[in-house]
């Protein structure tokens, strides 16, 4: 059976992700040992003028072992996420028949970085470019004296570790984050639900970027996490949703607001996701976006990806039925950026407020006026 077969595909992954995620150690300590090997062949001469070179990576070798010191913490509790699915079966069997994914360590190192994004200190003017101008719409559309912003119910596909999503409920809104990369679930469960108190872990989150730094102590900066107490209280109307957002929102006219904060481009197809976000949108709903087009599946082998620009996407849109209310481009935003780096990347992003009309027409209809 079909039904039998996706379980089992399900299962498999998820252990893969566990199994990845244990060897995070193991795997980085091996490039940094294939660094020392590097330096070991070289001149006795070059050997001794890198000493320091040498003496930093053993720094860095520490540093892994700190971040590591997290992941189990994470782990046992990863088991029971999806309602106990995972909790009862065989976990050393299955285990031991999983695979390490071979991409799975970028995936691991780029949830570190996303830890320092999006719940420490350290990634507060990050936030603050990408998510503040979000959060501000949304204030501003749904003012206080004139809705219950209980019930005004926003969705956050893409939500990462939920900090966006977060934000918005604490704001007194019924927000709703849904994330289909498991590393990223695995991790927000925990920071969201079991996190204690403020700034209770360490972690590195640029420890694998080896180029453009000044020193090693640039590379080694450090971040705390969590800088507020994520856990919901019983009353919270805070919520997160794992799964393919396209396959998991197929319900019409739902939702009061949709905001998609570096998400839109992470589709195969940029048109589904517009389509997708019209039909679940109430009549009159918002749309709000902030991010670039950096399309992920552009390079991708064997996957049938397009990558329209943004003022072709802007004809999209309205041909989907959106009235676009606002729209700026060249908005300043970095993403889990070392500000000590040598090498800064900042994105000109896009920011554009769209609404669904309310009127009852059409998608598509050819008598849309353009603005």
């Known amino acids: 059976m079909d039904t039998e077969k996706n379980v089992r595909e399900e299962r498999e992954y998820f252990l893969s992700v566990i199994k990845t995620f244990k060897s995070y150690r193991d795997q980085s300590i091996k490039k940094i040992e294939n660094k020392e090997k590097c330096v070991g062949t070289l001149p006795n001469e070059h050997k001794k003028w890198l000493s320091k070179y040498y003496e930093d990576l053993q720094k860095l070798k520490e540093c892994v072992e700190k971040n590591y010191s997290f992941i189990p913490l994470v782990l046992q509790h990863a088991y029971t996420m999806f309602d106990n699915v995972y909790s009862n079966m065989d976990i050393v069997k299955f285990e031991e028949e999983a695979r390490i994914l071979s991409e799975g360590l970028d995936k691991v190192q780029s949830v570190f970085k996303q830890l320092m994004r999006d719940w420490s200190s350290l990634g507060a003017a990050e936030r603050k470019q990408c998510y503040e101008p979000i959060i501000q719409e949304i204030l501003a559309s749904y003012p206080e004296e004139e809705y219950d912003r209980g019930e005004i119910q926003i969705l956050v596909p893409g939500a990462g570790l939920g900090r966006l999503a977060f934000e918005i409920a604490s704001r007194g ?27 209770e872990y360490e972690i590195y ?84 976006n902030l991010g670039p087009l950096l399309y992920h599946y552009s390079d991708v082998k064997n996957e049938k990806s397009i990558e329209p620009s943004f003022k072709v996407l802007c004809d999209v849109i309205k041909k989907v ?36 009309p309310d009127n009852g027409l059409a998608n598509g209809h050819d008598d849309m006026e353009d603005h």
Not at 182 to 199: G, R, T
Not at 253 to 265: M, Q
Request: charged share 20%; hydrophobic share 40%; with cysteine.
């Open 173 to 199: 809104f019924k927000c709703q984050g849904n994330e289909f990369n498991l590393f990223m679930l695995i991790v927000s469960f925990y920071v969201l639900n079991l996190c204690q108190k403020v700034d």
């Open 205 to 288: 989150p640029w420890i694998h970027q080896y180029c453009n730094n000044i020193s090693v102590e640039d590379q080694m900066i450090s971040a705390r996490f969590p800088d507020v107490k994520p856990m919901p209280s019983p009353k919270s109307n805070f919520s997160m949703t794992a799964g393919d957002f396209l396959e998991v929102y197929t319900t019409n006219d739902e939702w009061h607001c949709v905001a998609t904060c570096f998400f839109i481009d992470c589709a195969p197809n940029v048109v589904q996701f517009i389509e997708t976000i019209y039909d679940i949108l109430k009549p009159g709903g918002l749309w709000i």
């Open 321 to 356: 039925g959106f009235k676009m209310e606002k729209c700026a481009t060249g908005v300043k935003t970095k993403y889990c950026q070392n500000p000590y780096s040598m090498l800064q990347y900042e994105y000109d992003s896009v920011f554009f407020v769209c609404r669904k």
